[in-house]
């Protein structure tokens, strides 16, 4: 079981970036998947985007297309740490909510919160003028 960490999140303005990134630190038995989630006051968890064990597949909510980039650090691998970012370009005020880790057991891109058995404690992310 790996042990996921966020970190990156703040206060940024709209039409802005700002990168969150996820440590999964410990080792796994198998490859997985990773994935951000987020969740709104008032709403349920939605996916935003997921990436495949070698980093080479990745797949987008279509709210979210066009504008975020998730990647993997594959190299750091060796010292049992996997990073995972999510680079996020012009931001609008639909996107504040508390941004999630999630990891799988297997290596599939899965969309559903329920997908995923290991997640990390969330960071805020706000988007206000």
């Known amino acids: 079981q790996v042990r996921l960490q966020e970190s990156g999140g703040g206060l940024v303005q709209p039409g802005g970036s700002l990168i969150v990134s996820c440590v999964a630190s410990?080792?796994?038995?198998?490859?997985?998947?990773m994935a951000w989630f987020r969740q709104a006051p008032g709403n349920e968890r939605e996916f935003v985007a997921a990436?495949?064990?070698?980093?080479?597949?990745?797949?987008?909510?279509?709210?979210v297309k066009g504008r975020f980039t998730i990647s993997r650090d594959t190299i750091s691998r060796d010292n049992a740490k996997d990073t995972v970012n999510l680079q996020m370009n012009n931001l609008g005020l639909e996107d504040s909510a508390i941004y999630y880790c999630?990891?799988?057991?297997?290596?599939?891109?899965?969309?559903?919160?329920?997908?995923?058995?290991?997640w990390g404690q969330g960071t805020q992310v706000t988007v206000s003028s």
């Open positions: 410990g080792r796994a038995l198998s490859p997985y998947a």
């Open positions: 999630a990891a799988r057991t297997d290596d599939l891109l899965e969309d559903r919160p329920g997908d995923y058995s290991n």
């Open positions: 990436i495949s064990w070698t980093g080479g597949v990745t797949r987008y909510a279509a709210s």
